[in-house]
């Protein structure tokens, strides 16, 4: 059976390779993306990436993946920290939700050790880099199953 995945970057995302490789990597989003859709495609799961800066167009594909989906790979950027919006959506929809992290948010700066959304979540992942996501794919198939 295949299952449909969102995999859902949120703000400041499509500015990977550019911004802050120390802490975020090297890697562009679309050689992420590559990656999680080739995993996905191993795993027999059916990926579908999107990056949304507004926080309205994130709450809005969180709410249309509800129809489509099975579950929900989302890294919310900076939106962890202050969006009850984004969290409250997150709590209202029916399929599970891991959120992730490219860097330890734990080991950062203060503010970033508080997660809204991660509450509301199945599970969270952070801290390994580009990898986070494709941990990501493994555990939202193993809850799937």
């Known amino acids: 059976m295949k299952n449909n995945i969102l995999v ?5 995302l499509n500015m990977l390779g550019k911004r802050e490789p120390h802490i975020y990597g ?13 995993s996905g495609s191993q795993l027999g799961l059916t990926v579908d990436c999107q990056q949304f800066n507004s926080e309205g167009e994130l709450v809005t ?14 890294n919310p950027g900076g939106y ?24 330890n948010t734990q080991a950062r700066e203060d ?13 969270s992942i952070a801290g390994f880099g580009w990898y986070s996501y494709i941990l990501g794919l493994h555990a939202i198939k193993d809850m799937l199953c």
Request: aromatic share 4%; with cysteine.
């Open 8 to 12: 859902l970057h949120g703000a400041n």
């Open 26 to 38: 090297h890697k562009t989003l679309a050689q992420i993306d590559q990656a999680i859709q080739d």
């Open 61 to 74: 594909a969180l709410q249309e993946a509800e129809d489509w989906a099975n579950g929900v790979l989302f």
């Open 80 to 103: 962890t920290h202050t969006s009850v919006v984004l969290r409250d959506t997150v709590a209202a929809i029916s399929i599970p939700v891991i959120e992730i992290h490219l860097s």
């Open 111 to 123: 503010f970033r050790r508080h997660s809204l959304i991660g509450p509301v979540c199945k599970g």
